[in-house]
């Protein structure tokens, strides 16, 4: 059995928006006020109104007409019209052998010279799709004999039958191939002029679509940039064994011996031989078989009636036949297979302890592991095309609302410029880290129990007490904290949208915090609490008062910056939401919000700074 996996990565439209089409236009300077410093004027009137009390800001020079100069005429883009666009997406499809036409020979894709994916479309959407040859696809006549023999193969796997039947599916479905060539299949071209026109149209490589017989489209396209393939197993060529081939044979003859079992139990009732002295069958043939009916028999002089009758024993299957129906299920197919019991959870007969389930266990892994690491490093070159497909055919970036850890969609920038350079990417080495949720119950249960303060300090952490009901499964437990805690990540969002408040303050004027200027600009806000005016400093070593604790000197300005979000000192718990704070300003989401906004960051940490007052202030209180 031929097992090939194959997945392309291609841009698709799913939806349509509306895109502004502009045309340029040229834009003569105003009349009012169509003059800048330096050039010419259009007008006397406006030339006497312009320089009308007009002087030079550097020299002070009354400016005259000479000193004036016509604008320069601009090109405005005007938005005149609107039309369609369709919305595009990375997609991920996955092909099987039966849909790939890939040269037998070849051990490896670099040396496909094509790569042929077949699909059977319905023929309205092909012609919407390409109303161009919408003409052709409609009278598109059939293909070949082998072409129609895979036709009728995917049709009668899609419909689940054994074979292809008659319907309108024969007359509105259409073969969709689609090709890659690779540049260096042109060579097999003898005409040097046209091999060197397909170059130069296709340097990268070839795709090309049909339906059918109907030319479509064709396009400069490589076929490494769309394509990775898969095999199960290691071999040679394209026509490898599958994952379950070795177990075919099995099949099969556990099928004659079932089908021997269900025939023997259908045809091994024995017949019944009768004394035709003893039964009248002339009588027997003539009479309504019914329940309870009475039929004319004699028996022989000095013996019983049953003597005249004799029925041999029925067919039994035989007892070594279902053992050996149990061995080609059981043994054999696990050792052929790989799949122990220890993989799936079943009993072994032969095991008694926990660590002999655990060896079998990475015993079938390790077989197993030939296809599951061949699986992982195909997935991660997906992700590569991925990224890579992303870049080429984004022409902005894209918003991505993201689940946060509040429970509410966040919005997510994926920026084209982060993605610039090379992009490598690498499959997971590490199996061992729960990823079940009954796994990672049991992990927790394990942390439970182990009398360690780090631990039940971690555990104890309200931004992982969500985290612990989700596994647990006690999604309706109410955990003092969380909802402050969730209510503080919302407030976060929406004070790094917006910048704090700024508020001028003179240098005698009691506030509650006093920042230096230079916390606008994205560095940290030097903030202090300086005395009310009417509380007296203590005295310093040499008899007087010591200055303002702020650092801040009467020539200095002072600023109060009061957050977009204000704080309820009487409803909010004010130590969860400030340690969340806290804990978000460390987090790699805070450091990278100190980074690239420094203003909303510098909003959170006013926010996170009135928390605290409010705290302290109820403290001294």
């Given at each position: 059995?031929?097992?090939?996996?194959?997945?392309?990565f291609r841009p698709?439209d799913?939806?349509t928006?509306?895109?502004?089409?502009?045309?340029?236009?040229n834009?003569p300077p105003?009349?009012?006020?169509g003059y800048?410093?330096g050039g010419?004027?259009?007008?006397?009137n406006?030339?006497?109104?312009?320089?009308?009390?007009v002087s030079?800001?550097a020299?002070?020079?009354?400016?005259?007409?000479?000193?004036?100069?016509?604008a320069e005429?601009?090109t405005?883009?005007?938005?005149?019209a609107?039309?369609?666009?369709p919305?595009g997406?990375e997609?991920?499809s996955?092909?099987?052998g039966l849909e790939l036409?890939?040269?037998?020979?070849a051990?490896?894709?670099h040396?496909?010279p094509?790569?042929?994916?077949q699909a059977?479309?319905?023929?309205a959407?092909?012609?919407?799709?390409?109303p161009?040859?919408?003409?052709k696809?409609?009278v598109s006549?059939?293909q070949?004999?082998e072409d129609v023999?895979?036709?009728v193969?995917?049709?009668s796997v899609?419909?689940?039958?054994?074979?292809?039947?008659?319907g309108d599916?024969?007359?509105?479905?259409i073969?969709?191939?689609?090709?890659?060539?690779r540049p260096?299949a042109?060579?097999?071209?003898e005409d040097?002029?046209t091999?060197s026109?397909l170059?130069?149209?296709?340097?990268?490589?070839?795709?090309?679509a049909f339906?059918g017989?109907?030319?479509?489209?064709?396009?400069?396209?490589?076929?490494?940039?769309h394509w990775?393939?898969l095999?199960?197993?290691?071999g040679?060529?394209q026509n490898?064994p599958?994952?379950g081939?070795?177990?075919?044979?099995v099949?099969?003859?556990?099928?004659?011996?079932?089908?021997?079992?269900?025939?023997?139990?259908?045809y091994?009732?024995p017949?019944i031989?009768?004394d035709?002295?003893?039964?009248?069958?002339?009588a027997?043939s003539?009479?309504v078989a019914?329940p309870?009916a009475?039929y004319?028999?004699?028996a022989?002089p000095?013996q019983?009636?049953?003597a005249g009758f004799?029925?041999?024993a029925?067919a039994?299957?035989?007892?070594?036949?279902l053992l050996?129906?149990?061995?080609?299920?059981g043994?054999?197919?696990?050792?052929?297979s790989?799949?122990?019991?220890?993989?799936f959870?079943g009993?072994?007969?032969?095991v008694?302890?926990?660590?002999g389930y655990?060896l079998?266990?990475?015993q079938?892994m390790?077989?197993?592991?030939?296809?599951?690491?061949r699986?992982?490093?195909f997935?991660?070159?997906?992700?590569?095309?991925?990224?890579d497909c992303?870049r080429?055919?984004?022409?902005e970036?894209?918003?991505i609302p993201?689940l946060?850890?509040?429970g509410v969609?966040?919005?997510?920038?994926?920026?084209?410029a982060?993605?610039?350079?090379?992009?490598?990417?690498?499959?997971?080495?590490?199996?061992t880290f729960?990823?079940?949720k009954s796994?990672q119950r049991g992990?927790?249960?394990q942390?439970?129990?182990?009398?360690?303060?780090v631990?039940?300090?971690?555990?104890t952490?309200?931004?992982?007490l969500g985290y612990m009901?989700?596994?647990?499964?006690l999604?309706e437990?109410?955990i003092?904290g969380?909802?402050?805690r969730?209510?503080q990540l919302?407030e976060i969002?929406q004070l790094?949208?917006?910048?704090?408040?700024?508020v001028p303050?003179r240098?005698a004027e009691?506030?509650?915090?006093v920042?230096?200027?230079r916390?606008?600009?994205g560095?940290e806000?030097q903030?202090?609490v300086p005395q009310?005016?009417?509380?007296?400093?203590p005295?310093s070593?040499?008899?007087?008062?010591k200055?303002?604790?702020s650092r801040?000197?009467?020539h200095?300005?002072q600023?109060?910056?009061?957050?977009s979000?204000?704080?309820?000192?009487l409803?909010?718990?004010h130590?969860v939401?400030?340690?969340?704070c806290?804990r978000?300003?460390?987090?790699d989401?805070g450091?990278?919000?100190r980074?690239t906004?420094?203003?909303?960051?510098?909003?959170?940490r006013a926010?996170?700074?009135?928390?605290l007052?409010a705290?302290?202030?109820?403290?001294?209180?």
């Open positions: 059995g031929k097992e090939t996996v194959a997945a392309v698709r799913f939806s928006g509306e895109a502004p089409q502009a045309s340029a236009a834009t105003s009349e009012e006020g800048t410093s010419e004027t259009s007008s006397t406006h030339e006497s109104r312009i320089t009308d009390h030079c800001p020299c002070r020079a009354e400016l005259t007409s000479a000193n004036l100069r016509r005429r601009v405005v883009p005007r938005v005149v609107t039309r369609r666009v919305n997406q997609v991920i996955i092909a099987g036409n890939t040269p037998v020979w051990n490896e894709m040396e496909y094509y790569l042929q994916w059977e479309v319905h023929r959407k092909l012609k919407a799709s390409y161009h040859a919408a003409d696809i409609e006549p059939s070949g004999a023999y895979a036709r193969s995917r049709l899609e419909q689940g039958l054994p074979s292809i039947h008659p599916a024969l007359v509105n479905l073969t969709f191939d689609r090709t890659w060539m260096w042109f060579y097999a071209i040097e002029e091999r026109e170059l130069a149209l296709f340097p990268d490589g070839c795709y090309v339906a017989e109907a030319y479509c489209e064709s396009r400069s396209e490589s076929m490494d940039d990775r393939v095999h199960a197993l290691p040679d060529g490898r599958s994952v081939d070795s177990l075919v044979q099949q099969e003859r556990y099928n004659v011996l079932s089908n021997m079992q269900a025939e023997t139990y259908e091994g009732i017949p031989y009768a035709p002295q003893v039964l009248d069958f002339d027997l003539n009479q019914e309870a009475h004319p028999a004699r022989r000095g019983p009636l049953a004799f029925q041999p029925p039994q299957v035989p007892r070594d036949m050996h129906q149990q061995d080609l299920i043994p054999v197919s696990q050792f052929l790989g799949l122990f019991p220890a993989v959870g009993n072994m007969e032969d008694k302890t926990a660590s655990a079998a266990r990475d079938a390790g077989r197993l592991g030939l296809v599951w690491r699986t992982k490093q997935y991660a070159d997906l992700m590569l095309l991925a990224v992303f080429k055919n984004r022409p970036d894209a918003e993201l946060g850890p509040d969609f966040d919005s997510r920038a994926i920026r084209l982060d993605l610039k350079g090379n992009v490598c990417v690498h499959p997971e080495a590490d199996e729960p990823r079940l796994q992990v927790l249960t942390l439970f129990a182990i009398n360690d303060p631990i039940q300090r971690a555990l952490e309200p931004a992982n009901k989700n596994v647990l499964g999604s437990m109410v003092p969380e909802d402050s969730n209510k919302r969002q790094l949208s917006s910048a704090p408040i700024v303050m240098a009691p506030v509650a915090a920042f230096r200027p916390g606008l600009d560095g806000a903030n202090s009310k005016s009417q509380e007296k400093s005295p070593e040499e008899g007087g008062y200055a303002h604790e801040v000197t009467n200095e300005s600023i109060l910056l009061l957050p979000v204000p704080v309820d000192e409803l909010d718990d130590a939401e400030f340690e969340e806290k978000w300003a460390n987090s989401a450091q990278a919000a980074m906004n420094p203003a909303g960051f510098a909003n959170v926010h996170a700074e009135a928390h007052r705290l302290r202030g109820a403290g001294a209180s």
